[in-house]
């Protein structure tokens, strides 16, 4: 069985820290991993996507230089550090999974329930 689990969101201003994390379980543990979010009103978009190595890190446009992904094999968990968050953050960040690096950064296979980021001005 696949479950993703996300959580560390919240409500912060504008400039502030905040860090994500996603526990893994199942077959995913081995997969690359990413994160994508979903703002009201837009589609839901990818932020930033990681091996199971970590030897190949992708990011959006948006996000490069403030998110970093990491993760932590030995527990199964995937970080997403985001610094000088922006209004334009705010949205349902979602967990991703699946056994392509390639496919993680567009459909992947498995997902999270998703956290709430509110950045306030």
């Known amino acids: 069985q696949v479950q993703l689990v996300e959580s560390g969101g919240g409500l912060v201003q504008a400039g502030d820290s905040l860090r994500l994390s996603c526990a893994a379980s199942?077959?995913?543990?081995?997969?690359?991993m990413g994160w994508f979010r979903q703002a009201p009103g837009k589609e839901r978009e990818f932020v930033a996507a990681?091996?199971?190595?970590?030897?190949?890190?992708y990011y959006a446009d948006s996000v490069k230089g403030r998110f970093t992904i990491s993760r932590d094999n030995a527990n199964n968990t995937v970080y997403l550090q985001m610094n000088s968050l922006k209004p334009e953050d705010t949205a349902v960040y979602y967990c991703?999974?699946?056994?392509?690096?390639?496919?993680?950064?567009?459909?992947?296979?498995?997902w999270g329930q998703g956290t709430q980021v509110t950045v306030s001005s």
């Open positions: 990681i091996s199971w190595s970590g030897g190949t890190i």
């Open positions: 991703a999974s699946d056994f392509s690096i390639v496919r993680i950064r567009t459909r992947p296979d498995y």
């Open positions: 199942g077959r995913t543990s081995t997969y690359p």
